[in-house]
């Protein structure tokens, strides 16, 4: 059964490129790769999604390696308000086998 | 418009008391769920809906029950509440099964004394 493993805490300042990591390395062959953010007391929110090699949107990037045993949120230029919990997410479709494997999450701090 | 939306928002019971959380999404979606987020903010998955139908079932209680009345409703109903049961539950939607990108609910805090 596939498991991801993040960093429980991460610290960084305003305006500096942050980069947390996810380890999946029993990830299945048909899984993608989904990383949520959430702020105290609201639902978590979607950031981005992808299967291989890199994706980009208008807030982050995901990048992940051929072997695909992990994946690399990077949020570019922090700001305070950045500050939250970031949850990768093992999503594998298809009604015969779907799972969803959420992570323990990351607290990220970002400091003025 | 709220996309996702939760009522109520806290929810404060005795032991042994049944209680009943409700969802609606206006999003038009196929697939609904339910979550809970324990102290330690982990979230785990309890039941996932796919056009009405138990997709999903994780090893929860007999005592937490879902009823799906329509597709854009998905309710939780929970018998015989226990000091465990305290959490903040969330229920999500998105387009169809397998698709990553979930809409959540504010989330609806419970308590039990």
């Known amino acids: 059964l596939a498991k991801t493993t993040q960093p429980i805490s991460m610290d960084s300042y305003e305006g500096q490129e942050v980069n947390i990591t996810c380890s999946h390395n029993?990830?299945?062959?048909?899984?993608?790769i989904t990383w949520y953010q959430q702020f105290p007391s609201q639902g978590p929110r979607f950031i981005i999604q992808g299967y291989k090699t890199k994706v980009t949107n208008e807030v982050a990037s995901l990048f992940i390696p051929a072997d695909r045993k992990s994946s690399t949120l990077s949020l570019p230029r922090v700001s305070l308000s950045d500050t939250a919990v970031y949850y990768c997410?093992?999503?594998?479709?298809?009604?015969?086998?779907?799972?969803?494997?959420w992570g323990a999450g990351t607290k990220l701090i970002i400091k003025p | 418009d709220t996309a996702v939306s939760q009522t109520p928002k806290y929810l404060v019971t005795q032991m042994g008391n049944d209680k009943s959380i409700k969802c609606e999404q206006n999003l038009g979606h196929d697939t609904m769920y339910w979550y809970k987020q324990d102290s330690k903010k982990f979230l785990k998955i309890m039941f996932s809906?796919?056009?009405?139908?138990?997709?999903i079932n994780e090893t929860v209680p007999n005592r937490f029950s879902p009823k799906s009345p329509d597709k854009a409703h998905l309710n939780l109903h929970i018998n015989s509440l226990e000091l465990g049961d305290s959490a903040v539950y969330f229920c999500a939607s998105s387009p169809g099964l397998g698709q990553g990108k979930q809409y959540f609910g504010p989330g609806t805090r419970l308590t039990v004394t």
């Open positions: 029993n990830i299945a062959t048909n899984d993608y």
């Open positions: 809906y796919n056009n009405k139908e138990l997709i």
């Open positions: 997410l093992l999503l594998s479709p298809g009604d015969s086998n779907y799972q969803l494997i």
